[in-house]
């Protein structure tokens, strides 16, 4: 069975930076897709970064184009969200998600996905 656990969530001043961390167990190959989604108090979960283990190739929501880059360490089953320059509106509980044989014209979709962390939670302060 697959696992996930986030880390590297925390409190940060505005125009900070943090790194989540997705630790992944239980992958039976490299084709899965791994997925970052957020959630903001009192709104739906949103999809914020894709990437595919197989070719590496991602998927960024458009608004975080350039502030946000999603990594992958195969050796060490490890994907990575590099959040720079962040805003209070960032502020959410983020899950990293996986799932096998899904391409990334639909890794957005949290409908997608059996397998879910827990979530880590960032703070960005004003």
């Known amino acids: 069975e697959v696992q996930l656990v986030e880390s590297g969530g925390g409190l940060v001043q505005a125009g900070g930076s943090l790194r989540l961390s997705c630790a992944a167990s239980?992958?039976?190959?490299?084709?899965?897709?791994i997925g970052w989604f957020r959630q903001a108090p009192g709104k739906e979960r949103e999809g914020v970064s894709c990437i595919s283990r197989l070719d590496g190739s991602t998927y960024y929501k458009d608004s975080l184009k350039g502030r946000f880059t999603v990594s992958s360490d195969n050796a060490k089953n490890t994907v990575y969200l590099q959040m720079n320059s962040l805003k209070p509106e960032d502020t959410a509980v983020y899950y990293c998600t996986a799932e096998g044989g899904l391409t990334l014209q639909y890794c957005s979709d949290a409908r997608e996905y059996d397998y879910w962390g827990q979530g880590t939670r960032v703070t960005v302060s004003s």
């Open positions: 239980g992958l039976t190959d490299d084709d899965y897709v």
